[in-house]
């Protein structure tokens, strides 16, 4: 993974750049492709949407411009960027270093999002649900594993060898 520029380099690299145009093109855009959502699934998001705004449902076709796909890309990465810097400033408010939910939640309120708020809750808590599911399955599965490996192995031990001779010593 290529590592960001400093601002002590940028003119390091300005500089290599005019010497060598071809590295320094192919080093910036391959820092543009790392801070790209993935397409395909921006063009889904969008998609989707505009099928469902549109009245036609899930199935129906919509076009959208490649030029336009790029936009809705690019608004996206500069919303969850200014998102993020401001769930950041909120946590530091905080005092602490890990973000969690509630500073996401609490920067939407403060960006003036607030109708993102109780959707956004609602869908975190059925997320939350629904590992709470898979994790307790998960245990179970687990628990029934070793169940049944320390049945498999009493009988082993029951008809030992070692334990026949001691009881022939006897």
Known sequence: MPRKATKEAEPQAAAAAQ?????????KMAEVEVEE???AIVRRLVKDKLAH???GGEGAEVIVNKDAMAAFAESARIFIHYLSATANDMCKESKRQTINADDVLKALDEMEFSEFVEPLRTSLQEFRNKNADKRS???KKQKEKR???NEESLPQKEN???DDAEENDD
């Open 37 to 39: 959502l993935p397409k």
């Open 160 to 162: 030992d060898p070692a």
């Open 53 to 55: 705004v549109a009245g």
């Open 137 to 139: 399955e998960a245990s």
């Open 19 to 27: 010497d060598e145009p071809a590295p320094a093109t192919a080093a």
């Open 147 to 149: 169940r049944k490996l």
